[in-house]
Nanobody, 127 residues
Framework: VQLQAFGGGLVQAGDSLRISCAASGRTFSMYVMGWFRQAPGKEREFVAA????????YYADSVKGRFTISRDNAKNTVYLQMDSLKPEDTAVYYC?????????????????????WGQGTQVTVSS
């Protein structure tokens, strides 16, 4: 599986931004996709995940109600719509695939469960 994230940029606090991740390789609709982020000097953290069908999602508390993860299996693409952005959302955002499962479980929030990663896209939110 190859993943390529894109769509990051510089926005102001309160703005919206949508980032995307295109996948190739294994059947895209058969596994969980996740978004993680890493801010300077901090560890990478879980943001959101979605099952293969798109019918179930899960979010970190810090983004719940502001971010929306979705996927278009016909385009092999997963999206992260980010609304009401805050300066603390500034980070490199990574998409990742957990090809071992197609359900959201406790460990879905752990980066160690994901076996394929994109290269990351920078999101910067100015105050």
């Amino acid at each position: 599986v190859q993943l390529q994230a894109f769509g990051g940029g510089l926005v102001q606090a309160g703005d919206s931004l949508r980032i995307s991740c295109a996948a190739s390789g294994r059947t895209f609709s058969m596994y969980v996709m996740g978004w993680f982020r890493q801010a300077p000097g901090k560890e990478r953290e879980f943001v959101a995940a979605i099952i293969g069908s798109g019918g179930s999602t899960y979010y970190a508390d810090s983004v719940k109600g502001r971010f929306t993860i979705s996927r278009d299996n016909a385009k092999n693409t997963v999206y992260l719509q980010m609304d009401s952005l805050k300066p603390e959302d500034t980070a490199v955002y990574y998409c990742a695939a957990d090809t071992k499962r197609n359900t959201i479980v406790v460990v879905t929030t752990s980066e160690w469960e994901y076996d394929y990663w994109g290269q990351g896209t920078q999101v910067t939110v100015s105050s």
